[in-house]
């Protein structure tokens, strides 16, 4: 299955929608933001499953009748593991590959970081005694093992921290938009991108930011990919990273990764400034895949 926002979105909240496929259950969610269009692209294709979070140029420039350059590019990165053919990061040079080209063909100038497509990913593809997985940028893969403990295979780079510590510094009013009031930090921090964090944007110093591994499946409960549109909402105040994760996996156990988005938007509702929670917008665009063994 390879679903785009065109062919799945879902406009409420409900239970996921769940899938049975051998030894294991795969539940998975894909709800649209409140962006003009949604970014995010899921992929479960027999063993494979991927989660891509598009980054549009900040310049904002659509394609392909009205399609933006996020999605095109996310859209591009789950056709190449789509196909499922060579390991995961030689899948990933090939995403990474096809964005650049695909840019190209659109004109796009690439001599700034800011006008260039990109996309976050996590994909894990699952074998019999073991999965391998990639991941490049804020999309994440958590693993919960049978006995309660979890894990996350690599943190958030947290690229946005800087912007959002400045948000948190301003007093703006209801009408006021981040966008608007700190686009030239917006522009300094894309600017970074493979030097300080990593996307899929084309640049070959990509790769050098993809991670990558092997872990065995004896004794993992669940595996689950996200963007980070279901990541649980952060005022800066919160005690430590860990205990975010132990609510985000509590919230998990009791109501899944629908009710984790459940969660995340009645947050966001409350915060309509956008300033107790700093983000971009009232809510992203929030995709999971949710892999469960019995």
Not at 28 to 42: A, P
Not at 60 to 65: H, K, R, T
Not at 95 to 110: K, P, Q, S
């Amino acid at each position: 299955m390879y679903s785009s926002p065109y062919e799945l979105i879902r406009e409420s909240i409900s239970p996921p929608l769940s899938a049975h496929c051998n030894d294991r259950k795969v539940d998975y969610i894909r709800e649209r933001g409140t962006g003009v269009i949604d970014e995010d692209v899921l992929l479960m294709q027999d063993n494979i499953f991927g989660v891509f979070d598009g980054a549009s140029s900040i310049n904002g420039q659509l394609f392909s009748d009205g399609t933006s350059g996020g999605f095109l590019a996310a859209q591009q990165a789950a056709e190449v593991f789509k196909l499922n053919q060579g390991s995961l990061l030689e899948l990933t040079d090939k995403a990474n590959r096809l964005i650049r080209n695909h840019m190209a063909t659109f004109a796009v100038d690439l001599q700034k970081k800011w006008n260039r497509w990109s996309t976050s990913m996590a994909v894990v593809r699952i074998e019999e005694n073991y999965f391998d997985w990639c991941q490049i940028g804020d999309c994440l893969i958590l693993t919960i093992k049978r006995d309660g403990s979890f894990h996350m295979l690599v943190q958030d780079p947290g690229q946005d921290e800087e912007t959002f510590a400045e948000w948190k510094k301003l007093n703006p009013s209801p009408d006021d938009n981040i966008l608007d009031l700190l686009q030239e930090k917006i522009i300094e921090v894309r600017e970074k991108m493979n030097v300080e964090y990593g996307s899929l944007n084309g640049e070959k110093q990509a790769l050098d930011f993809a991670n990558s591994g092997r872990e065995p499946l004896e004794g993992i409960a669940d595996i689950i990919l996200y963007t980070d549109g279901l990541s649980l909402p952060c005022s800066g105040n919160e005690k430590s990273e860990n205990s975010t994760m132990e609510q985000f996996v509590s919230l998990y156990h009791q109501r899944g990764v629908g009710g984790i988005l459940e969660h995340v938007r009645s947050l966001q509702k409350k915060d309509t400034s956008c300033h107790l929670y700093p983000r971009f917008k009232m809510h992203d665009d929030a995709t999971a895949i949710a892999i469960t063994f019995p």
